[in-house]
């Protein structure tokens, strides 16, 4: 089982990216799927979840600017980040739930991927 997280990059504040997280070995169709990041020198936290049936939950430093979504075809997560600021530069990780809810502690994720890199320019 692989989680493989791509599309980081730098941006200049106010831009925006949007992050995948492709699934391979298996589906997780009946998991939630979350995002994590750790910026330099802090742990990693989280930021967003995503149900099996679509309920959604964010960081309060993120609502109103993230979207998480997710293709059951593709197998694929994703993560719209708009309206940037420097301190969402982190490593961002993907990861897959035990359970169906979304959950944002760390220890109901048992697959993650390898992170991808977000750089924010003031």
């Known amino acids: 089982v692989q989680l493989q997280a791509s599309g980081g990059g730098t941006v200049q504040a106010g831009g925006s990216l949007r992050l995948s997280c492709a699934a391979s070995?298996?589906?997780?169709?009946?998991?939630?799927m979350g995002w994590f990041r750790r910026a330099p020198g802090k742990e990693r936290v989280f930021v967003a979840a995503?149900?099996?049936?679509?309920?959604?939950s964010y960081a309060d430093a993120v609502k109103g600017r993230f979207t998480i979504s997710r293709d059951f075809a593709k197998n694929t997560l994703y993560l719209l980040m708009n309206n940037l600021k420097p301190d969402d530069t982190a490593i961002y990780y993907c990861?897959?739930?035990?359970?169906?809810?979304?959950?944002?502690?760390?220890?109901?994720?048992?697959?993650w991927g390898q992170g991808t890199q977000v750089t924010v320019s003031s």
């Open positions: 990861a897959a739930a035990r359970g169906s809810l979304p959950t944002s502690q760390l220890g109901g994720y048992t697959y």
């Open positions: 070995g298996r589906t997780f169709s009946n998991n939630a």
């Open positions: 995503i149900g099996y049936r679509g309920p959604t």
